[in-house]
């Protein structure tokens, strides 16, 4: 069946610093693949998505491609913020469903 | 930002009494979903509906159940609460195939419902 793995957390980065997010997916058809972003006490927001393989998508500085030969999904930026501290989760969507990955939370400290 | 509401917010209730939580949309989606999120499980689905009166079962759908009677409410119903049914809640919307929207397909959140089952 379909599924999303990613880095488990906490990571924890200072400002400025490079960040990095793992994701793997296993699918059986074509997936479409998304970030999204939670801060706490909030529900999920959309950060970025991509539709097929080879493309990117990116939003606020955050990028992740779609590599279907690797099955990876990435979530990069190249300069983190106090402001970007929050829980970061990885899907995909099959035939109408969604599959989550079970979140990274990212501390940036000052 | 999309129009999705959840009712109630917080609720704190007692083992073996029934529950239902509403979410409630604006956006006259086709595809709507509840969720629960428990820490180092990330999201699960419970159940999900892609029209009125058309529902199917999520991962973890023991001890739930869900109506649909019109396009803009689903509501998800905890028969007899269970203190392992104790988490935080999410709706989400998402377009069908044949919808003309904004997106390609994304599903968009709710607020979320804390639910205690003491």
């Known amino acids: 069946g379909d599924s999303v793995t990613q880095m488990e957390g906490p990571v924890t980065l200072s400002e400025e610093a490079f960040l990095t997010i793992n994701c793997t997916y296993t699918?059986?058809?074509?997936?479409?693949l998304f970030w999204y972003v939670q801060y706490p006490g909030e529900g999920l927001q959309l950060l970025l998505k991509a539709t097929k393989a080879d493309d990117k998508g990116s939003n606020k500085g955050f990028e992740a491609t779609y590599r279907k030969e690797t099955t990876s999904f990435h979530l990069e930026k190249g300069s983190v913020q106090v402001s970007d501290s929050a829980v970061y989760f990885c899907a995909l969507k099959d035939f109408n469903k969604f599959y989550f990955g079970s979140g990274t939370k990212l501390n940036v400290k000052p | 930002d999309a129009g999705i509401t959840q009712s109630p917010r917080h609720k704190v209730t007692e083992t073996g009494t029934p529950v239902t939580l509403r979410c409630h949309q604006t956006e006259n989606h086709r595809y709507m979903y509840w969720y629960r999120q428990d820490p180092g499980h990330g999201l699960r689905l419970i159940h999900y509906?892609?029209?009125?009166?058309?529902?199917d079962k999520g991962e973890v759908s023991d001890g739930y159940s869900v109506s649909r009677s019109k396009t803009e409410d689903f509501l998800l119903t905890l028969e007899s609460a269970t203190s392992s049914q104790t988490s935080v809640y999410f709706c989400?919307?998402?377009?069908?195939?044949?919808?003309?929207?904004?997106?390609?397909?994304?599903?968009?959140f709710g607020p979320g419902t804390r639910l205690t089952v003491t």
């Open positions: 989400a919307i998402s377009e069908g195939p044949h919808e003309r929207g904004r997106g390609l397909g994304e599903q968009y």
């Open positions: 699918a059986t058809g074509y997936p479409s």
């Open positions: 509906s892609y029209g009125v009166k058309d529902t």
